[in-house]
């Protein structure tokens, strides 16, 4: 089966700028992932959604960073206005299910950022 | 609060020779823990998870819940498992299932 697909796969912009990153999980999967994975860190998630709702968004910067999944299956993560601290690489993972009890996560291959 | 620590930034050993990698946990429940890899280029993929309980790649791990801890171990290294490596843990009661990862740690081995 084809993986997590994920668009682009570099990107530089300015402080301040906009950006948007899209993902497209395995085809039948329902929960989708973001992480952010800062140099020298391991991935911490921003978002976790189940089908098109909203599971778990407690850590992401709501002032800036926004997500969605349409329809339950594409996702976008859009930053606007960019800071220099958001350079990082942008992780999409998809699962089977969701609900209590782990389910593997299928990961891509990430959207590396960097702000200037 | 929620934590994985892997205390180790770069491992470095021979072909041959044993490898532990280090990973300790601080969780107020019950935890599931794994070790995720990341091979050169590659994406980050799922290498084992303490309740299959199984050896994969020679790579075996045992969960302590006294010690909190949960070491990644192989008895003879190989080039090809030079990655990066991270510990994870996820909340088995929880509605959301997100993993927390540990900084990771760099294997190397050589020849």
């Known amino acids: 089966e084809a993986g997590v697909a994920q668009s682009p796969r570099y990107k530089i912009i300015e402080k301040r700028q906009s950006v948007a990153f899209w993902c497209n999980p395995i085809s039948g999967h329902a929960t989708l992932y973001w992480y952010q994975q800062i140099l020298g860190q391991g991935p911490k998630l921003l978002i976790q959604f189940q089908n098109n709702g909203v599971v778990d968004d407690s850590q992401l910067p709501k002032d800036r960073f926004s997500a969605e999944r349409l329809k339950g299956v594409d996702s976008t993560l859009k930053i606007q206005p960019a800071k220099l601290e958001d350079s990082a690489v942008y992780l999409c993972?998809?699962?089977?299910?969701?609900?209590?009890?782990?389910?593997?996560?299928?990961f891509g291959p990430g959207t590396r950022l960097t702000v200037l | 609060a929620q934590r994985v620590t892997q205390p180790e930034k770069l491992l470095s050993v021979f072909k041959g020779a044993p490898v532990e990698l280090k990973c300790n946990y601080s969780y107020s429940g019950s935890p599931e823990l794994f070790w995720y890899v990341q091979y050169s280029r590659q994406r980050l993929q799922l290498l084992l998870r303490h309740i299959s309980r199984e050896s994969i790649k020679g790579f075996t791990a045992d969960l302590n819940k006294g010690e909190t801890s949960f070491h990644l171990k192989k008895p003879f290294a190989q080039e090809e498992d030079s990655a990066m490596y991270y510990c994870a843990l996820s909340g088995l009661n929880q509605a959301g299932t997100a993993l927390i990862f540990g900084k990771g740690t760099t294997l190397s081995v050589s020849s």
């Open positions: 993972a998809s699962s089977s299910r969701g609900g209590a009890g782990y389910n593997e996560q299928f």
